[in-house]
């Protein structure tokens, strides 16, 4: 669970690195729910430093409990920048994602990581 004001870096090839959470719909986001952020670091590409823009958290720290009993956690915190129709911005993800991403509002997520877990 992420709430606002927690820094999470950014595993696809934006050119973003590390952004900060300043909106959340529920108070905290998991695995799966779009946040806002504020880009802190940046290196080239198509986002800058100071951006705001949408994200969905893909990676928590935080144990992600699912409906058939079993947990998993992940050694960082990680989202993928998204456009306002909920496009990603990169064409490649250095992660993993669960399976979450297997439904059709996820389905251009999906398809840009090697595999679901």
Not at 7 to 28: E, H
Not at 31 to 49: L, Q
Request: aromatic share 8%; charged share 25%.
């Amino acid at each position: 669970m992420r709430p606002k004001g927690a820094f999470l870096k950014i595993v696809d090839n934006s050119g973003a690195r590390l952004c900060q959470v300043i909106w959340t719909r529920f108070g905290t986001a998991g695995a799966g729910n779009v946040v806002k952020v504020a880009v802190k670091e940046a290196k080239g590409g198509k986002v800058t430093k100071g951006q705001m823009k949408k994200a969905v958290v893909v990676e928590t720290k935080y144990p992600t409990r699912r409906p058939n009993g079993a947990h998993y956690q992940s050694l960082r915190n990680g989202c993928i920048l998204v456009s306002d129709k909920g496009n990603p911005l990169g064409n490649r993800v250095r992660s993993m994602l669960g399976f979450e991403f297997n439904r059709p509002r996820w389905k251009r997520v999906s398809m840009l990581g090697k595999r679901l877990f």
